[in-house]
C-alpha cells in the first residue's frame, strides 16, 4: 500500500497508459497532478497553455488514458475542446485539439485503442478517432435520461443507457460509423435514480448504481445477477480491465468481488476518509482511491 498526501479534496482519479503514475484533479479545476507510485512524489502539473492574447487557461473538466500511450484531457470554459497529447511527453503544448463546439457530458475511455466517446447534450454520443479528430454520431432515442449514465462494451456493439426509471440496451450495428438499432435489445424498470452504469469487459454484465444500492445485470438477459451490500450507500465503481475484479467504494471502505462469481473476497479501510473516486490500473495490477481529506492510496489487487 502507498499512501500520498496531495493536501486538497480528490475529486477524480486516473492512471497514465503505462500503470506508473496516478492522475489527480482537485475541485478547482485549473489544474491536474500526475503522482509516481513507486515513489509517491509529485511528476509534473498538467495546464494548459494560455488563450491567445488572453491570461485565461481553460479549465480540466476530465482527464483518462488511451492504450495507445496517450493522454486525453477534456477542457471546459471558455474552451469546450478536447486534448491529447503522447505519454511520457510532459509538454502540454505538443497536443493535438479537436474543438466540441456543444455542451460536454463526459468523456468515455477509448474503447480500442484509436476511438473515444464524448456525450453531449440532446441525447448526442460522438466517435471521434484520436489520430484525426474526426468523428461519427448517434442521437439516442427517447432520451428522458441523464446522457452522463451512459456506457459502451469494449467492443463497441453494445449501448446502455438509463432512461427516466428504466435500464436500457441497444445495439450497435456499425460501431465505425455509430449507428444503432432505435429499439432497444433490452428494457428493464430500474427501482431508483441510477447515476452510473459500466459493462464487463466481456460486455455479459452490466454494474449499476442507483439510489446508492449496487446491483449486476446479465447482459444477454438483463435479469439481476447480485444487488451489492445492504445499508451501503455505494459511489464510484469500476471493473479491472482483465475482467477479473469489481471494485467499488461505499462510505469509507472499498469493496472487492469476483466478476464471474459475484463473491466479496476483500474489504480494504485506509482510513483516509470519505472516499470520493475510484481508478484502476490499466494491467490491472493495483487500483487507487481518492478521499475528500486530501489522500490518494494505490494497493496491489493481487500478491
Not at 480528490?10 to 484533479?25: A, E, G, K, M
Not at 475511455?109 to 448517434?138: A, C, M
Request: hydrophobic share 35%; net charge neutral.
Amino acid at each position: 500500500m502507498r499512501k500520498i498526501n496531495v493536501r486538497s479534496q480528490v475529486q477524480s482519479l486516473s492512471y497514465t497508459p503505462d500503470s506508473q503514475c496516478v492522475i489527480s484533479r482537485n475541485t478547482s479545476f485549473a489544474s491536474a497532478s500526475v503522482w509516481e507510485l513507486r515513489n509517491g512524489k509529485l511528476r509534473q502539473k498538467i495546464q494548459l497553455p494560455l488563450l491567445p492574447n488572453s491570461k485565461t487557461r481553460p479549465g480540466i473538466a476530465s482527464i483518462t488514458y488511451c492504450q495507445a500511450d496517450k493522454l486525453i484531457l477534456i477542457a471546459q470554459h471558455p474552451d469546450f475542446s478536447i486534448r491529447i497529447w503522447d505519454w511520457p511527453t510532459t509538454d502540454t503544448s505538443l497536443q493535438q485539439r479537436f474543438e466540441l463546439r456543444s455542451r460536454l457530458y463526459r468523456i468515455h475511455p477509448v474503447f480500442n485503442q484509436t476511438r473515444l466517446l464524448t456525450y453531449h447534450d440532446e441525447g448526442e454520443i460522438r466517435f471521434w478517432d484520436v489520430s484525426d479528430g474526426t468523428y461519427g454520431k448517434v442521437t439516442l432515442p427517447e432520451n428522458n435520461g441523464s446522457l452522463d449514465v451512459v456506457d459502451i462494451s469494449n467492443d463497441g456493439t453494445l449501448i446502455a443507457k438509463k432512461d427516466s426509471y428504466f435500464l436500457k440496451i441497444y445495439s450497435v450495428t456499425d460501431p465505425v460509423s455509430l449507428t444503432i438499432d432505435p429499439e432497444p435489445v433490452h428494457t428493464k424498470p430500474l427501482f431508483g435514480g441510477a447515476y452510473k452504469l459500466r459493462f464487463h469487459p466481456t460486455k455479459n454484465r452490466i454494474a449499476i448504481c442507483e439510489s446508492g444500492d449496487f446491483r449486476i445485470f446479465d447482459t444477454p438477459s438483463c435479469e439481476l445477477i447480485n444487488k451489492g451490500l445492504p445499508n451501503v450507500h455505494f459511489g464510484d465503481f469500476e471493473f479491472t480491465p482483465d475482467g477479473k475484479y469489481l471494485l467499488g467504494i461505499g462510505n469509507k471502505l472499498v469493496h472487492v468481488w469476483k466478476a464471474d462469481s459475484c463473491e466479496e473476497i476483500a474489504c480494504f479501510d485506509f482510513q483516509i476518509g470519505w472516499l470520493s473516486t475510484l481508478a484502476v490500473a490499466p494491467d490491472s495490477l493495483t487500483f487507487a482511491v481518492g478521499s475528500r481529506e486530501g489522500y490518494i492510496v494505490t494497493v496491489d489487487l493481487e500478491p
